[in-house]
């Protein structure tokens, strides 16, 4: 069980480490794949950035986390949801296990 999460959690950071670094290295002031229209380096009355572009930026943060982090989760916990009931036996205990980690991992999502 501890080696699943293991393996999980060092996916997880090389795919974020990944499209992170793709996202800087980019010649264009972008984040998380959206393109800044005011330089960030300037106050906000001379063409900086204020509250809109951080509300975009906010729900591109909120669109990658979903679409990156949160789906493939729930996938994988309604895998491994199927896969204790699978194994169960016949073990009512753990057929319920297994079908509180699914409902768990929809609920999430």
Not at 65 to 89: D, E, H, K, S, W
Request: charged share 15%; hydrophobic share 50%; with cysteine.
């Amino acid at each position: 069980m501890h080696k699943f999460f293991a393996i999980f959690a060092i996916i997880t950071l090389i795919t974020v480490s990944y499209s992170l670094t793709i996202e800087f290295a980019r010649a264009e002031v972008t984040i998380l794949g959206q393109k800044l229209d005011c330089d960030p380096a300037k106050p906000p009355t001379e063409g900086g950035c204020g509250i809109p572009q951080f509300i975009k930026l906010a729900s591109g943060i909120i669109k990658w986390v979903i679409q990156f982090l949160a789906i493939p989760l729930a996938v994988l916990f309604i895998i491994y949801g199927g896969f204790v009931i699978m194994t169960a036996g016949g073990n009512p205990s753990r057929m319920e296990e297994g079908k509180k980690i699914m409902k768990a991992a929809v609920i999430g999502l």
